[in-house]
């Protein structure tokens, strides 16, 4: 609902000014998906060396907790 308001408010501006609009708009979808696959990314490469002493994990708050193996080991 908020795209098609900025849309439809776009639509009203000069037409070289729509373009450059419809462009930035693109540009920042297009930056936002990567950032954010680029994110879920790390955080599998993280939680995939430490798998093995994963203790916890919640949502809400969101968290993990792992496991102290030097404590254990004493």
């Known amino acids: 609902m908020i795209l098609e308001t900025?849309?439809?408010?776009?639509?009203?501006l000069p037409s070289?000014?729509?373009?450059?609009?419809d462009i930035l708009i693109v540009?920042?979808?297009?930056?936002t998906s990567i950032?954010?696959?680029a994110g879920i990314w790390c955080g599998i490469?993280?939680?995939?060396?430490r798998?093995?002493?994963?203790?916890?994990?919640s949502l809400l708050p969101p968290r993990i907790i792992f496991?102290?193996?030097?404590?254990e080991n004493k």
């Open 6 to 12: 900025v849309l439809a408010f776009i639509k009203t």
């Open 16 to 21: 070289w000014l729509m373009n450059v609009c």
């Open 27 to 31: 540009a920042v979808l297009f930056l």
């Open 35 to 37: 950032t954010f696959l």
């Open 45 to 49: 490469k993280v939680i995939g060396k």
């Open 51 to 57: 798998a093995n002493s994963i203790k916890e994990i």
């Open 67 to 71: 496991v102290n193996n030097e404590k």
